[in-house]
């Protein structure tokens, strides 16, 4: 089934982590909307190469910088070069994410603030900038959490907690901002096809197996849910948490035996 249709030629989108998986999705899936948008990664490359994808797909601008989420500046002159070269954003994505394999004895402090940084602070200082920086009232933020807010998983605890954070900051953003017409949702994805989990698990094949569905989710369908949540079609939708794992998280098992 084709993608559904949207469109974003009058709206510009930030999106951070946006040179791979789910981000790059997203991006791609918003430039053939039309809508004018804004990346960043760490490493100038990968931006190079995902603003040159970019400018083939739509008819909107397309801006790219560095950005290091785990350095409070950068994410301050993230949102200030943004607005400087592409205007003050309509959406905002917050996807990119600190994680990895710790248990929680092996979980040090200086991993959990990276995690927290990233996948917590950084959002919450995007989304006050996003917010003070919009002169009429309308927009939309959607963070990207995970499934793992649903059903916990073992080894996960600084990335699980920030990103259960991440959901408590969303709900009340939703509340207070909704006399402004800002609207915040979060997606909360189960494991995506994307390479980083042939890399990081080798018990791929057992996740798989584990999945209700039989497959894992493919980053364009994640993407998919973020513009609908991000357009008119969800005007009334705000505070929500949506899962978009194939109903992963009903089974609540992680690897099948």
């Known amino acids: 089934m084709p993608p559904v249709s949207y469109d974003f030629s009058d709206s510009s989108v930030l999106i951070t982590g946006g040179t791979q998986g789910i981000g790059l999705a997203v991006a791609e899936a918003f430039a053939r909307a039309g809508a004018s948008v804004a990346i960043c990664a760490r490493t100038e490359p990968d931006v190079v190469e995902a603003v040159a994808a970019l400018e083939e797909l739509g008819s909107g601008a397309v801006y790219g910088t560095t950005a290091d989420l785990a350095e409070p500046d950068d994410v301050g002159r993230l949102f200030d070069d943004v607005v400087e070269n592409l205007g003050a954003p309509d959406i905002l994505v917050n996807n990119a994410a600190a994680q990895g394999n710790f248990p929680f004895p092996e979980m040090d402090l200086e991993r959990w603030r990276w995690m927290s940084q990233v996948n917590l602070e950084a959002p919450f200082e995007l989304s006050r900038r996003f917010v003070l920086g919009r002169d009429e009232p309308g927009g939309a933020i959607v963070n990207v959490v995970t499934n793992q ?20 900051l969303t709900r009340t953003m939703a509340l207070e901002l909704a006399h402004r017409g ?40 994640v993407a998919q849910a973020i513009l609908f949540l991000s357009s008119e079609a969800a005007s009334a939708i705000s505070g929500v948490v949506l899962p978009v794992d194939g109903g992963h998280a009903l089974d609540g098992t992680w690897v099948r035996d």
């Open 149 to 168: 807010v649903i059903r916990h998983a073992r080894g996960r605890v600084g990335y699980g907690s920030s990103k259960v954070g991440l959901v408590g």
């Open 182 to 221: 800002i609207r915040v949702n979060a997606i909360a994805p189960g494991f995506v096809d994307v390479p980083r989990i042939y890399r990081e698990f080798d018990d791929v094949e057992d996740r798989l197996a584990a999945m209700p569905s039989g497959r894992f989710v493919t980053p364009d369908e």
